[in-house]
């Protein structure tokens, strides 16, 4: 399995704190994802495959995956399903405490059928921007091809997805972001933006590449696109 991820970079470490896990828990319940229990210690929690979707469940399975982190190599992974089956893993680890890492697996991506998938990993990148409010977002980014930079250090080059805080806009410039030759460039309720290069970014990425190419060269960074 190649796995893909989305990474979320924080200027401060609020991420030591739980209740903006539990905020984005209970946001991502809503939207219909569904976390299973046995990527966490839930004995203490009713149900076979997930974990119940009441708040104070979820929160509670927050606590037991914080529990079960030495079972992952010390990190704090949640993974759950949609409607469609599709898989999705986000955690944190404790050598890097001021990035989320969002995952899937890159097969999920690579058909041109697949696309709602990348629809839904979308939005998931959209509900982490939202409730736990990072100042950059990046991917698809591969741990066998890309070297991970410290978090901090500010935008660093065009990925299929971007997303990017209000200093950041406001850094860049909002009309510059709002003309790159993006498939999409969005404003966020915060002021952020997410810009998405491609529809589907392994599948279509290829026809899009004259559009990185000339969004890199725009804002003077390199580009990274349809990670393997």
């Known amino acids: 399995m190649s796995v893909a991820s989305i990474l979320f970079d924080f200027d401060d470490d609020h991420l030591r704190e739980d209740a903006p896990f539990h905020a984005l828990l209970i946001g991502l319940a809503g939207d219909g994802w569904r976390f299973l229990k046995k990527a966490i210690v839930c004995d203490d929690s009713p149900g076979d495959v997930y974990v119940p979707s009441a708040p104070e469940t979820l929160m509670n399975a927050w606590k037991n995956a914080k529990r079960a982190a030495p079972r992952y190599g ?5 993974e759950m399903e949609n409607a ?6 986000w955690g944190i680890d404790p050598r890097q405490p001021r990035r989320v890492n969002l995952a899937i697996d890159t097969a999920i991506l690579r058909r041109r059928d697949q696309a709602p998938n990348a ?15 990072p100042a950059y977002g990046y991917g698809l980014f591969s ?9 901090g250090t500010g935008i660093r080059a065009i990925w299929d997805y971007n997303f990017l805080s209000p200093a950041l806009v406001e850094t860049i410039g909002v009309d510059k972001l709002a003309y790159l030759p993006a498939w999409r460039a969005d404003k966020l309720p915060d002021g952020g933006m997410v810009i ?14 004259q559009y990185y190419r000339h969004a890199a060269t725009t804002l003077g960074i390199p580009f990274h696109q349809g990670a393997s």
């Not at 741990?143 to 991970?148: E, F």
């Open 84 to 89: 469609d089956d599709l898989k999705l893993s």
């Open 196 to 209: 998405e290069m491609a529809a589907n970014p392994i599948a279509e990425a290829p026809a899009y590449t």
């Open 119 to 133: 629809r839904a990993l979308a939005a998931v990148g959209e509900a982490i921007y939202t409730h736990l409010r």
């Open 143 to 151: 741990y066998d091809a890309h070297t991970p930079e410290s978090p």
């Open 74 to 78: 010390g990190g704090t992974w949640m």
